[in-house]
């Protein structure tokens, strides 16, 4: 029984460490385990985002939102055409064909038409058309028509009959240019325009230049009187002058003739602002000049270049002064007639206007030609 005990004691020594030892394995996995189970949870949210992501960018955007995309467009007018089958949808083509009138609310390319083009919104591109092409929103391109272009904001060119916009960044080429604030250059018959860079016609006319009257002096006028229609950088004028003293006898009458003379013409020049008072301007000019005063007398042709610097002594009020070049042309005639062959010696029709001195001339054919240098000096209101 003693041997019995001792092995029972022995036993449950033995048993006891085991189960200490044993104890902290237990207790230690769950330790363990909650930082094992963390990762997967914050590995698992990025796993997601690049799956999604490129599901996402693979969509390309729509470029004009709010557009349906009809490339081409063809037919007879809006109703009768590709466009027409989209209903009251915003169609934006690429291309649009009329075989009368085309109608888009946008279009990215060439815009042509028999009769018409109309675009409610944006062009850019080209507009063609017979009569007549109208947007009613921003023009990026060109618009080119034998009768009437219309753009709510031109930032181009516009060519055709008429030409109309309310703003312009570019150029009208027509007969007659309508326009409000024209960031670049009218060129016609007959231009209009709230202010304008240049305005290159028979009659330019911009509200901000207004009509200017100007009177002057020169070597072939002792008084000349004028109108001058501005724009910011060009100009054009016209005018009429008179030199009432002769010098010497002409051959359009006895009493002292040779140097009176009307002139009349107009042209065209640039002007360049150095300082806000400071300018200068060059043109040139077409005249007719008479030789002599009395009804009937025979005329000339004279060209005129001047390079002028002025002075802008108040805002109305500029004087200006410069030298000039001019070229007078004019028919020779027969002042004898010989009996036997022979043209005979010939002389001009035209007195030189003005103060006499003459540079240079030439007669060949006919026609005679003199050159001098001259001056002119005015005031301008």
Known sequence: MVCTGLAAAGNARAQAPDAVVAAPPVA???????????????????SVAPVAAPLVSAKRPNPTPGYVHVPFDIGLVPGLSINGRKGDA?????????????????????????????????????????????????HRGVQFTHGYNFAADLRGVQVGGINRA????????????????????????INWARSADASLALLPVTREGG???EASTSDTAL???????????????VGAGLHPFGTERGQTGTNLERGK????????????PVTDEIFIDLDISAWGVTSGLRAGAKMGGLAKMRAMIGWQAAPRVAIFA???????????EPIDR????????????????????????????????????????????
């Not at 230690?28 to 990025?46: M, N």
């Not at 009996?339 to 001339?361: F, Q």
Request: charge should be positive; proline fraction near 6%; charged fraction near 20%.
């Open 28 to 46: 230690a996995p769950p330790v363990v385990a909650a930082p094992v189970a963390a990762p997967p949870a914050v590995v698992a949210g990025p």
């Open 90 to 138: 915003r169609v934006r083509n690429t291309v649009s064909l009329g075989f009368g009138w085309t109608r888009a609310a946008r279009v990215d390319g060439i815009a042509a038409g028999l009769g018409a083009t109309v675009v409610d919104e944006e062009m850019q591109g080209i507009a063609v058309s017979l009569a007549a092409n109208i947007n009613r929103g921003i």
């Open 166 to 189: 309310q703003k312009v960044r570019g150029m009208q080429i027509g007969l007659i240019n309508i326009g409000g604030h024209v960031d670049g250059a009218q060129i016609g018959l």
């Open 211 to 213: 009509v200017r009257f």
């Open 223 to 237: 008084l000349n009187v004028g109108l001058r229609l501005p724009a910011k950088y060009t100009y054009a004028f």
């Open 261 to 272: 003379a009307w002139e009349f013409g107009g042209g065209f020049g640039g002007h360049i």
């Open 322 to 332: 410069g030298p000039t070049l001019n070229v007078l042309v004019d028919r020779t």
């Open 338 to 381: 010989p009996l036997h062959g022979g043209s005979g010696k010939r002389i001009g029709e035209v007195d030189r206007p003005g103060y006499g001195w003459v540079s240079y001339e030439r007669t060949e054919d006919e026609v005679r030609t003199r050159i001098w240098p001259g001056f002119v000096a005015g005031v301008r209101f």
